[in-house]
Structure formats: structure tokens, C-alpha cells
């Protein structure tokens, strides 16, 4: 997806950006490893590997931003991070209690603008679904260290499947 972001900016903006190097973390793995002196096998279900030195992205929501870090390796943790900052209420929770206009104005006030196949679908994603990004960062300040934040202009969600029917009110 990176590439292709790149391709689309390079060839309507040439010579605009220079792209350093990219840091591409996945959250989701099981991997051989050493701790305590022993081999174990670590699964990070939503958390990153967090080695010393290492690059750590901690995202929170589509208005709140994320956070390049830097990992700790903290050996009582497995030498991992939070990969988020974790919902606060699941999707259908999301769905059912926030506001759409209020959310969105969150994510203007901060600068950005969401674009949506579907505006109803789009409240799972939104800052109150969310728990407070700093609060979390301050919460695994043992773990990641933070190098940089990054606030979302934009933000894009395409056609969800397989969901069911929104909420006439949702699709406003």
C-alpha cells in the first residue's frame, strides 16, 4: 500500500517528498525467542516487538494520531509494546453510541477530514471508540519510548462486507 501511495504523490507532485526509510511492523505473530534464559515462543496479539533501539508505531484513532517510538526492550515484558491504544467500546458499541457529527467534529478540530464509502461505517474508528492515546504511551513509558507523533489530514475507509444493515440514522 506504501508503494502505491508513493506512486500516486510521486506522479502528481514530483519531486515533492523523499521518502526515508519505512517502518513496516506487524502486530500479530508468534516468534522463537529468548527470555530468562530459556527459548519460548512469544505470541504478540496486538502488541509489537519492542527490542532496544527497535521501531515501535503505537496508532490510536483516525483523529488522534499515532506514535513512532523507539522500543525499550524491557525483558519482564517480552521486550514488546502496545500495538494501539485499544478500544475503549467494541465496534457495535461504537455504532450505537456515539455521535457521527460530534466524532467528526472531534477529527476536524484536530486538523483532519475523514473520507467514507460509508459515514456510518466509520464510527468504529473514530477518537471515542478509543482510549487516550497519551495516556497509553505515558501508561508503556517502561516499554517504547516516543520519538515523533503524527496527526491524520486524512483519513480513508472504503465499503465494509459482511456487516449487516446500518441504521437509517447512520447513513446521514
Known amino acids: 500500500m506504501l508503494e502505491a501511495v508513493a506512486d500516486v504523490f510521486g506522479r502528481h507532485f514530483p519531486g515533492a517528498f523523499a ?5 513496516n511492523i506487524h502486530h500479530n505473530d508468534a516468534s522463537l525467542e529468548t527470555h530468562f534464559g530459556r ?54 458499541r461504537a455504532r450505537k453510541e456515539l455521535s457521527l ?25 473514530m477518537p471515542g471508540a478509543y482510549k487516550d492515546l497519551d495516556e497509553v504511551m505515558v501508561r508503556q513509558s ?15 475507509k472504503g465499503v465494509e462486507k459482511g456487516r449487516g444493515k446500518r441504521r437509517p440514522e447512520e447513513e446521514r
Do not use: I
Request: hydrophobic residues 40%.
Open 19 to 23: 521518502w526515508d526509510d519505512a517502518v
Open 39 to 92: 527459548d519460548v515462543w512469544v505470541h504478540r496479539k496486538g502488541a509489537v516487538k519492542a527490542n532496544a533501539g527497535t521501531p515501535t508505531v503505537t496508532p490510536g484513532s483516525m483523529g488522534t494520531g499515532s506514535v513512532l517510538g523507539r522500543g525499550l526492550g524491557n525483558p519482564d515484558a517480552f521486550c514488546s509494546a502496545a500495538h494501539g491504544a485499544g478500544r475503549a467500546m467494541s465496534r457495535t
Open 101 to 125: 457529527s460530534a466524532q467528526l467534529a472531534l477529527v476536524s478540530g484536530a486538523g483532519g477530514k475523514v473520507f467514507a464509502a460509508n459515514t456510518g461505517g466509520v464510527l468504529d474508528e
Open 142 to 156: 517502561d516499554l517504547v519510548e516516543p520519538v515523533v507523533r503524527f496527526t491524520p489530514v486524512a483519513t480513508y
